[in-house]
């Protein structure tokens, strides 16, 4: 059956799916995909609710039955700026279905993209665990030709037993293809909507079409290639992201002890086009449920195929040692944790999102109150997700009020509100006079004027 949406509008009329887009001009056809997408998590959700807001008829699967009930409510499981609203509309308007249901999911689904979770085992390795039983789910609901497309980072190789998995069940026509994502928590709508390049892994020509009519709406470079360095591609990008940023914490560290500003010479770096202005912000290190896991998994590839990654095990301690740096410092500063209250303001791993996961300052904090000190923190999105992940976290209110009666404040997140709260009201609520700013985001002049004690780090 062929649909033509004429201003939204859908009528039959033959084997595929077409929407026409009639501008001011111009008269565009664009392909409708009935897409599955498995896994409605970060990714998923926002992957899909974006692909159904260019016009794809969209079913978002999970496991999940209160993450599912939530949206059918018309609530969002997670805070991602605009996701709201794209959800939605797109529900409204019958583009996106939320459900349960395999097998709702697979009926006449011609896209299966597979979006779960690839977290890290104990030696560092990804868990395939998710991403194995959801082929085997494909497999058994699949009634037609369709690829299934890996969008969950994951190992080289990967992709081809999902291949293997789904034709143990399954024994009509199918394609792979490997589709990694790179939009960002905090920005994800807006990523996923205008991304720097999409990068395909296809073994088919015919899969290799279907994607295009995926993605025919996108305008951005698209790459096809093979399957396997399209798995790498998401690594290797993880990758390179995470050392940018251990090499700044290092060039950090170096200006501590010879008097520069890691500021200066990082905007003084960025102005090379060649380096860019991106990543290059000192901290207490990288934190998040991708960089952390992607770089020991990339590393554990390596080893385990008999390659030593040196500069990426050199990484992962310059990112360990950041924070352990920090804490020293405040430790030394504070005469100790015990019996110290420190008041933390942000939670979540990075500005703008509620996600908690591998977060540096919830690690921070495990080893002050393991030291005996006591916190009280704040941050405007992630505390929910604290009370169920780490209830031992006393969460208060507001900045201010993570400040009362403090003897230091411990800046763990960057949210910009951090930026506008009134730091002689903080002044005024603390015990102490301390500052410890593992995010550089204030600056030192001011607020040394305001009678702190002031620490950030390589400034
Ligand atoms: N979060 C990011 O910023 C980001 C960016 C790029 C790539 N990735 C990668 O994308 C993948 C997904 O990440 P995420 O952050 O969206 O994970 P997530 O934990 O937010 O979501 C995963 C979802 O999959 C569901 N699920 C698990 N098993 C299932 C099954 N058998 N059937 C149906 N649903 C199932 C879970 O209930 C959960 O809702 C990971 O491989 C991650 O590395 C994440």
């Not at 609710?49 to 969209?58: E, F, I, T, Y």
């Not at 794209?86 to 939320?98: D, F, H, Q, S, T």
């Not at 990523?191 to 020509?205: K, L, Q, W």
């Amino acid at each position: 059956m062929l649909a033509l949406a004429v201003s939204g509008k859908l009528r039959a009329s033959g084997s595929q799916y077409k929407r026409l887009d009639v501008g001011r001009d111009s008269v565009t056809i664009m392909p409708i995909m009935n897409i599955c997408v498995i896994g409605t998590g970060y990714v998923g959700l926002v992957g899909g609710a974006c692909l159904a807001d260019r016009g794809h008829k969209v079913t978002c699967v999970d496991i999940d039955t209160d993450k599912i009930a939530r949206l059918l409510k018309g609530e969002l499981p997670i805070f991602e700026p605009g996701l709201d609203e794209i959800v939605a509309r797109n529900m409204k308007e019958g583009r996106l279905i939320c459900t349960t249901s395999y097998k709702e999911g697979a009926k006449d689904a011609e896209i299966f993209f597979i979006t779960v979770g690839t977290p890290p085992k104990e030696n560092g390795e990804a868990d395939l665990q998710y991403v194995y039983k959801v082929a085997e789910q494909i497999g058994q609901h699949m009634n037609g030709y369709a690829v299934v497309v890996g969008k969950s980072t994951v190992p080289v190789g990967t992709n081809r037993r999902v291949k293997e998995i789904i034709a143990e069940q399954y024994s009509g026509e199918f394609d792979i293809a490997s589709n990694p994502e790179f939009l960002r928590e905090g920005s994800a709508v807006d990523d996923f909507m205008n991304p720097d390049r999409i990068v395909v892994g296809v073994e088919a020509d015919r899969a290799k079409k279907e994607m295009e009519k995926v993605y025919e709406s996108f305008e951005c470079p698209k790459l096809f290639l093979d399957i396997e360095s399209a798995e790498m591609v998401k690594y290797a990008s993880n990758a390179f992201l995470a050392t940018k940023i251990s090499f700044i914490n290092e060039i950090a560290n170096v200006c501590e002890q010879v008097g520069a500003s890691v500021d200066n010479v990082a905007k003084g770096m960025g102005l090379d086009a060649r380096i860019g202005p991106h990543f290059l912000q000192a901290g207490i290190g990288y934190g998040g449920s991708c960089f952390p896991k992607d770089v020991r998994a990339l590393a554990q590839t390596a080893g385990t195929n008999g390659y030593d990654f040196k500069l990426l095990r050199s990484v992962i301690d310059v990112n360990q040692h950041q924070q352990l740096h920090f804490l020293e410092r405040m430790r030394k500063q504070l005469g100790g944790f015990a019996s110290k209250t420190i008041g933390v303001w942000g939670l979540a791993f990075k500005p703008n999102t509620d996600d908690i996961r591998e977060s540096v300052a919830l690690e921070m904090i495990e080893q002050i109150i393991k030291e005996g000190g006591l916190v009280q923190a704040y941050d405007p999105r992630a505390i929910e997700n604290v009370k169920k992940e780490a209830p031992q976290v006393t969460c208060v209110d507001s900045a201010q009020c993570a400040a009362h009666g403090a003897d230091a404040l411990l800046i763990a997140t960057q949210w910009d509100e951090f930026n506008i709260v009134d730091l002689s009201q903080v002044k005024a609520n603390m015990r102490g006079d301390i500052i410890f700013d593992g995010r550089n985001m204030l600056d030192p002049d001011f607020v040394r004027k305001q009678g702190f004690i002031y620490f950030s780090i390589g400034r």
